[in-house]
Each structure stands twice: as structure tokens, then as C-alpha cells.
């Protein structure tokens, strides 16, 4: 019986359903982090009856035939890249992209990985740093002696120092931007790397054209939305129960047909 399998691919694909809604319910309070929503396509077809054959020898064509299918398949996990909502911390190394952009974070392997998390620190050196540790690309260094930092919309970062009256300039915070934010790699720990689906990044100062702003002393939060995230939960879980049951009837209905005296 076709629908034994059937209902095991339903089963699996409400399994993956549940797995995604659970991570994005475990990073609700995690900064900068993205949703995601799974996309499910059915199965190939059998026919028994193609739409359109002939069913007589005088050219007369079958409406809708017999085609039979086969369960359901994961086409995709998309993450969705709507903005978060913004909250005030006032630390001043507290970064928020008011529109589109990701900070650049330098890897230890040298490589470049984007972010939209901005709860930045300094290291022994000064460096503007991740919570991992990993350098904010360009590189801004903050004196030590620096009595206060102030970051603009445009992304200077500018630190006054003990004995002067002007704010002295310590770099430029830059931006990067795909022309497909979905075809990021996520690697963890909140950062991205690109593909050749998210095309190869356009690097700028904030609140030039086409990038966001910086807000300082605010962070983006999650943009998981808990009441949908429950609600999809609830679906996903009735989806499971009624694949569970389609599997249970086939097995009651092969039982009836061995019983058969």
C-alpha cells in the first residue's frame, strides 16, 4: 500500500518542521538572529492514466486521468531576513543596522564571515571585537586612555582623548550588502559566510545608498515572532498526528486483508 509510505514522508517532513520552528523558538533572545521557515514540495507521480490520452479509437481525450502521488519532500529551509526589533542598552560599543547590511568580522582562518549582531567589546589591544573574539573588519582600535566613543549614523567612530577638546577620528565602520541576504551560509555564533547563491558582497559606508544606518547604544534583537512560531508549532504537530494516523489505518486495513478466511 502506497500510503504506508505516504504517510512515513509526511511524518519526516513535519519532523524537519518541528526542528526548524525549535530553533527559531531557541534563539528568540539572540541578537541579530534570522528566522527561519521550512518550504516542502510533493513527490513524483505515478500514472496510471495520463490527462489527455486517447480513450477511444475515435480521438476522444481523458479529462483528468489517474495520477497517483507519492508523499511530500523538503524543497528548501528559507531564512527570512526581515528586520528585528531594536533594543536600548546604552553600551556604547553596542551596534544596531537601521536597513540592509551586515558587519564584516575577520576569521581566524583569515576568512570573512557578515553578521548582523552588533554586541561588540575591545580586546587586550584595543581592537573592536565579536563576543568570540573575532575582529571587526576594517579594524578599529580604541585608545585606552579614550574617555568616550561616539559612533555616527555613517559609521566614524570617533574617541576623545585625555588634553584635547576635538574628538579624534579612530576609523570607519563599513557595511556589506548581497543581492541574495537568503543564500548566506550560517555557521554559527551568529555569523554568515557567502556563496555563489548570495552573490559576491558590495562593501560601503552606513547610510550611504542602498545601506543602512548605525545606531548606537542599541542592539537588534531576533525577529522571531513567538505567537507564530507557536501557532506553526501547533499545525505541525496535528500535520504529524494525522500522518501517524494514515499509517495506523493502512496497517488495520493490510491486517483486515490477512485475516481474510
Not at 74 to 85: A, F, K, L, T
Not at 115 to 136: E, H, K, P
Amino acid at each position: 500500500m502506497l500510503s504506508l509510505d505516504i504517510g512515513a514522508t509526511g511524518m519526516l517532513a513535519q519532523q524537519l518542521h518541528v526542528n526548524v520552528i525549535s530553533n527559531n523558538i531557541a534563539n528568540m533572545t539572540t541578537a541579530g538572529y534570522k528566522r527561519q521557515r521550512p518550504e516542502f514540495q510533493d513527490l513524483i507521480y505515478q500514472n496510471k492514466q495520463r490527462p489527455g490520452s486517447t480513450s477511444s479509437d475515435v480521438g476522444t481525450l481523458v479529462p483528468s486521468g489517474i495520477q497517483i502521488g507519492l508523499g511530500v519532500k523538503p524543497g528548501s529551509v528559507y531564512r527570512i531576513m526581515e528586520q528585528g526589533s531594536f533594543e536600548v542598552t546604552t553600551n556604547e560599543l553596542d551596534l544596531a543596522i537601521a536597513g540592509k547590511g551586515f558587519f564584516q568580522v575577520q576569521l581566524p582562518s583569515g576568512d570573512t564571515a557578515y553578521t548582523r549582531a552588533g554586541n561588540f567589546g575591545i580586546n587586550n589591544n584595543g581592537d573592536m571585537v565579536t563576543s568570540q573574539g573575532y575582529l571587526l573588519e576594517p579594524n578599529i582600535n580604541i585608545p585606552e586612555d579614550a574617555q568616550d566613543t561616539i559612533i555616527n549614523n555613517s559609521g566614524e567612530v570617533l574617541v576623545k582623548l585625555p588634553g584635547q577638546t576635538a574628538y579624534a577620528n579612530q576609523g570607519q565602520i563599513q557595511l556589506a550588502i548581497f543581492a541574495n541576504e537568503g543564500g548566506l551560509e550560517a555557521i554559527g555564533d551568529n555569523l554568515f559566510l557567502e556563496t555563489e547563491s548570495s552573490s559576491t558582497p558590495t562593501t560601503g559606508n552606513p547610510n550611504e545608498e542602498s545601506f543602512g544606518k548605525l545606531e548606537q547604544g542599541i542592539l537588534e534583537n531576533s525577529n522571531v515572532d513567538v505567537v507564530e512560531e507557536i501557532t506553526r508549532l501547533i499545525t505541525a504537530q496535528r500535520a504529524y498526528e494525522m500522518n501517524s494516523k494514515v499509517i495506523q489505518t493502512s496497517d488495520e486495513m493490510m491486517g483486515t486483508v490477512s485475516n481474510m478466511r
